[in-house]
């Protein structure tokens, strides 16, 4: 008996089955398809994007541009998967510098979705129609057109209920619409963009406008007072942008924004950039806000990596990254990061209403009715007192005897003031609660954390003589034994030359004890036992060496911490003017090592208003 072949089971997907694959990798909400129409009308050259949708984009996304346009013959060929007059051979692969490129995004699109386009040329008194629904392509037709593409993209995922059910409620898909358009708007000077919403306005771009005036106008104008600009090149490399200082950093990355040679990203190693430029500055969990173009030959990125577009390959990454770090760190140094008193005094002020009358809800804006300050003498008769957290009764301090605790710190000018000199302001100095300082500014004060100021400075001279391998050992007269677990002595003799490199010397003693026989010279107050503890934890927590850049920067944080004024110690006159001209020298003086500031600033401004005077 004879036994006939199988029947064969591997065939050919329909295109429209295809295309709708690609359709779930290229179109994941009604943003996705915002984000590629966007795209195809910069790439034609468009100085005006209009872009009108319906419940969220669900029903109807209409992008309506002023570019090239498309003539007949393309136009058949625009819902084609793979058609694009973008590239033409394999070559082309390496230097991509159009936004799209892989003539996927339209066909994806029509194939879960009704899609009509429109369109018409310079060189053509008439324009063109096309429609495809469901994958399935009509006859391009004559259509009456201004210069330019109109796409319209209605009722998308309706032949897929599956995909429809997990779009979100109208206006959360409206939101992811407008983050598109801003990026785009961000991206693109020259470009206007104008989004309407179920017939009213929701964002709006005059091509006018330059970068600062796209941010403003998209987060909002009390934002750009925060913001510090960066315009900085090597050879083919240009980063510009604006970077915003620590003190306004948020809990998530909505306000960091990339772009590389026109094209938003969302890319590790710039994150890991900021990351690295914001160290030391910015308190753990905080991102920074940050708004960056990076120019770049396309020949030196490969943005052909993912289906969105979103992640790209940098084929320098080290060049690449030391250039950008190291020129946002410097911009970031040039941030003010000194706590505004202003938000303090309207802080304490709502405190108080809400401790009056606790069924109080949110105060109303102080420019739009009665003063939280007015309110208080309303309710309780009395008038607005706030407590005074700063100052109490015998604590401020001017002493002008040297404090033993404080030696290391000597002025070399101890007669002019290093931080204002041409405010023609001189000491004293005000200690207050022998914690703070207390320092008048041309246009109001400032409050010192004494304490963090010290800590960054000891942090920043240490870590220079760890990188230049030229730390001072202090050897104690009497060395210390400190107790440890069998489990963290072993963990401590794994990197006793490691440590000792950072000027740290230890040796066993017995099966759970260490001896710390000397310490970095620099060190004020050294405290062995707990910074024997300080790197247990640390290198217990991270499995690194002490000498990997992470751990380095923790233990010495550890060290400077220990090591520095501490609140409680009194400063005379001297060593607080030593304190700030170094200071002044230092390269960031702005926060502590842990990123908490070093300063709290009052303006006048804050001041009149606390006392009623405007």
């Known amino acids: 008996m004879e036994i006939s072949p199988s029947a ?101 699109v029509a194939s879960v979705a009704r899609c009509q386009v429109i369109s018409r040329t310079a060189e053509s008194e008439t324009g063109h ?19 330019g593409t109109t796409l319209e993209v209605r009722d998308l995922f309706y ?107 969302r890319d590790r190693v710039l994150s890991r950039v900021l990351k690295e430029a914001y160290r030391g500055v910015l308190e753990e969990g905080r991102q920074p806000v940050a708004f960056l173009r990076l120019a770049m030959n396309p020949a030196a990125v490969d943005v052909n990596v993912h289906p969105a577009k979103s992640e790209v390959r940098f084929r320098d990454q080290r060049r ?42 949110k105060l109303a804006d102080p420019g739009a009715g009665p003063r939280p300050e007015s309110v208080v003498r309303e309710r309780t008769g009395r008038p607005f007192v706030p407590e005074n957290d700063f100052i109490s009764p015998g604590s401020v301090t001017q002493s002008h005897s040297a404090s033993p605790a404080s030696a290391p710190l000597q002025s070399s000018d101890p007669d002019s003031d290093p931080w204002a000199p041409t405010d023609n302001l001189q000491g004293p100095y005000l200690q207050v609660g022998k914690t703070f300082l207390l320092r008048a500014l041309p246009d109001g004060f400032e409050i010192i954390d004494q304490h963090a100021l010290h800590e960054r400075l000891t942090y920043e001279l240490l870590l220079q003589e760890v990188r230049a391998g030229k730390v001072e050992v202090q050897r104690l007269l009497v060395p210390e034994v400190v107790e440890v677990s069998r489990a963290d002595r072993v963990l401590l003799e794994e990197h006793l030359e490691s440590l000792s490199s950072l000027g740290i010397e230890l040796a066993s003693m017995g099966e759970t004890s260490m001896m710390v026989s000397g310490l970095p010279a620099r060190l004020r107050h050294p405290d062995p036992a707990g910074l024997v503890g300080d790197l247990i934890e640390v290198i217990g927590r991270t499995g690194e060496p002490p000498t990997a850049s992470d751990v380095l920067e923790q233990v010495l944080h550890s060290c400077a911490c220990r090591s520095s004024i501490m609140a409680g110690d009194v400063l005379s006159q001297e060593e607080i003017q030593s304190l700030l001209e170094r200071a002044r020298a230092a390269e960031n003086d702005q926060t502590c090592p842990h990123a908490r500031p070093t300063r709290v600033r009052f303006t006048l401004s804050d001041l009149e208003r606390a006392f009623h005077r405007r």
């Open 8 to 108: 064969p089971r591997i065939a050919l997907l329909p295109a429209v089955v295809r295309d709708q694959i690609a359709a779930g990798e290229v179109v994941e909400r009604p943003a996705s398809v915002v984000k590629e129409l966007l795209e195809n009308a910069l790439d034609a050259g468009a100085t005006q994007i209009n872009v009108d949708l319906e419940e969220g984009g669900a029903r109807l996304i209409r992008v309506t541009d002023d570019g090239g346009g498309m003539g007949p013959e393309d136009l058949g060929m625009a819902f084609t998967s793979h058609a694009t007059s973008k590239l033409r051979d394999p070559s082309d692969l390496v230097h991509i510098a159009s936004l799209g490129f892989r003539g996927e995004a339209l066909a994806s």
């Open 320 to 361: 690449l990254f030391g250039f950008l770090v190291s020129a946002l760190k410097a911009a970031v140094h040039e941030t003010d990061m000194a706590t505004p008193g202003e938000s303090m005094l309207a802080g304490r002020a709502r405190r108080l209403v809400r401790e009056e009358n606790p069924l109080q809800g």
């Open 159 to 265: 032949n897929v209920p599956a995909r429809r059910r997990f779009l979100k409620r109208p206006s959360t898909e409206l939101g992811h619409c407008l983050a598109a358009v801003q990026r785009a708007a961000l991206a693109h000077d020259g470009v206007g963009f104008v989004v309407n919403s179920d017939g009213r306005r929701a964002y709006d771009v005059e091509a006018s406008m330059d970068f600062l005036a796209r941010i403003r106008r998209t987060f909002g104008a009390e934002l750009i007072d925060h913001l510090e600009p960066v315009n900085v090149n090597d050879g083919d490399l240009v980063l510009s942008g604006y970077l915003g200082s620590p003190r306004i950093s948020r809990r998530d990355t909505s306000r960091q924004i990339w772009m590389l040679n026109g094209r938003y990203l």
């Open 129 to 147: 129609r096309l429609s495809c629904e469901g994958g399935q392509q009509g006859e391009v037709t004559e259509a009456g057109a201004p210069l």
